[in-house]
């Protein structure tokens, strides 16, 4: 359950990219709070600033303007390595993630490379072998094998497994389940749901599926060039839209998902 201690918190926070006429704002001026333990749904359309947010969030993009922090402190006071200890990612693209010239094996290890103390290597192996366990892949079927070697669902099972060797204290998942077709959706779904529960983690989703947000979240921010313009539980903002922007993203979901939700609604209240 989440908690009431906040794990980020913004003031006024904004990324622009570029200057003068060719000035592009990712991020304007948004202010909000994330809880410990909550998940918490970033939705919009391509393009609204939503993943440039969740790099922030990752140390991977610093803020033009305004405040972030983490824990209570400023974000950028902390150490990259630090903060990536207890903030990891899990991205659209696993391949991405994933050096195509070494093994699945090695670069899991390699996670360890974050860690103060590294352990044994006996000890990284085990991790490694029940981090897989965890995920539903037999060690033994990536010994030796490349990521080229994997299909998208098994590979975003590696990154899922890679969040069980390191266990953060938050997952930032962009849009994982976009590049997967629905049997794997629904099992990376199910993992990340796992993680929650095993790890006790604050989850921030990054996704354009409002539906999907629906089904996870604690709290969902709509965005919209840039700015967060309706938040709330996932019944208030889905059955009681107040936003055109959150309207238009419920009516592009497809009549089979939407009578979904409205069902689940209605086992909610009951």
Known sequence: MPTDALKFEARDLTRTFGHRKKLSVAVDNVSFGIRDREI????????CGKTVLAKMLLRLETPSSGTLLYDGKPIEARDRRAHWREVQAVFQDPFSAFNQFFTIRSQLKSSFRLFEQ???????????????????ILPREIDGKYPFELSGGQMQRMLLARIFILRPRVLVADEPTSMVDACSRASILEYLMKLKRDLEMTIVFITHDIGLAYYVSDSIFIMHKGKIVERGPPDDVTQSPKSEITKQLL????????????????????
């Open 40 to 47: 918490v749904s970033i939705v919009g359309q391509s393009g």
């Open 251 to 270: 009516d592009d979901i497809p009549q089979v998902n939407r009578d979904w939700v409205s069902r689940r609604s209605a086992a909610r209240s009951a």
């Open 118 to 136: 590294k352990p044994t290597l006996a000890e990284m192996e085990e991790r490694v072998d029940q981090a897989l366990l965890a995920v539903n």
